[in-house]
């Protein structure tokens, strides 16, 4: 496994952006797939991005498609996920998480996750 610290999180106005990272730690890491989920107050965590561990391939739901990007660095062991376009419905905690299984839209195969950061979109 590895352990995962996300930061970037904060308040900004709708139309804006935000960055959030995850740095995480181990020498295998660039062996997981990795993905971002969010929840919301009252909501089911809900995939959002993910990228697999050489980066060739990323997914996206279809919500933030256009708006956001997923990006990994395995030489510096962090994976960050850049929110354009923000809207008051992208208000919630973001956690990272890390897998080995392909099917990397899915949340019950990651194994790794992150303590989460906030990132709330005023309107």
């Known amino acids: 496994q590895v352990q995962l610290v996300e930061s970037g999180g904060g308040l900004v106005q709708a139309g804006g952006s935000l960055r959030l990272s995850c740095a995480a730690s181990?020498?295998?890491?660039?062996?997981?797939?990795m993905g971002w989920f969010r929840q919301a107050p009252g909501k089911e965590r809900e995939f959002v991005a993910a990228?697999?561990?050489?980066?060739?391939?990323?997914y996206y739901v279809d919500s933030v498609k256009g708006r956001f990007a997923i990006s990994r660095e395995n030489a510096k062991n962090t994976v960050s996920l850049q929110m354009n376009s923000l809207k008051p419905e992208d208000t919630a905690i973001y956690y990272c998480?890390?897998?080995?299984?392909?099917?990397?839209?899915?949340?019950?195969?990651?194994?790794?996750w992150g303590q989460g950061t906030q990132a709330t979109v005023s309107s």
């Open positions: 990228i697999t561990w050489t980066g060739a391939r990323t």
């Open positions: 998480a890390a897998t080995r299984s392909p099917a990397l839209t899915i949340s019950s195969v990651y194994g790794s």
């Open positions: 181990g020498r295998t890491f660039s062996s997981y797939g």
